[in-house]
Nanobody, 119 residues
Framework: QVQPVESGGGLVQAGGSLRLSCDASRATIYAMAWFRQAPGKEREFVAA???????YYADSLKDRVAISKDNAKNIAYLQMNNLRPEDAAVYYC???????????????WGLGIQVTVSS
C-alpha cells in the first residue's frame, strides 16, 4: 500500500494541541508533507520534511506547528499547538519523491483527517 494513512485528528478546544500521524510504512519516499483544506477554500500547505530531516513550514503557521519523522517507520508527525478555530480543516498527508509546498509536488495522498477546534 502506497497511500499514506492519517490519524490523530479530532475535536480540541481553542488553545489546545493535537498531534497528527502519517503512516507511509510501505512506501519508499523522499518527502512527507501536511496540507489542509477548510470548506470552501483551496488546499494549503502546512509543513514538509525531507528524508534527511530538512523542514519547511507555511509562514503563517511556523510558530505553532512542528513536523517530525521517524525514518525507520516511515511515519511523519505534525504537532500543532495553540490551535485556533481557523485551524479547523481536513488535514491531508502527502508523500512523494520531491519536496515542495504545492500539492502537485507530491505523488501520494491520504484520505484526510478532520481537525475541529471549538472556541
Amino acid at each position: 500500500q502506497v497511500q499514506p494513512v492519517e490519524s490523530g485528528g479530532g475535536l480540541v478546544q481553542a488553545g489546545g494541541s493535537l498531534r497528527l500521524s502519517c503512516d507511509a510504512s510501505r512506501a519508499t519516499i523522499y518527502a512527507m508533507a501536511w496540507f489542509r483544506q477548510a470548506p470552501g477554500k483551496e488546499r494549503e500547505f502546512v509543513a514538509a520534511i525531507s528524508y534527511a530531516g530538512s523542514t519547511y513550514y507555511a509562514d503563517s503557521l511556523k510558530d505553532r506547528v512542528a513536523i517530525s519523522k521517524d525514518n525507520a517507520k516511515n511515519i511523519a508527525y505534525l504537532q500543532m499547538n495553540n490551535l485556533r478555530p481557523e485551524d479547523a480543516a481536513v488535514y491531508y498527508c502527502a508523500t512523494g519523491y520531491g519536496l515542495g509546498t504545492l500539492p502537485v509536488d507530491y505523488n501520494y495522498w491520504g484520505l484526510g483527517i478532520q481537525v475541529t477546534v471549538s472556541s
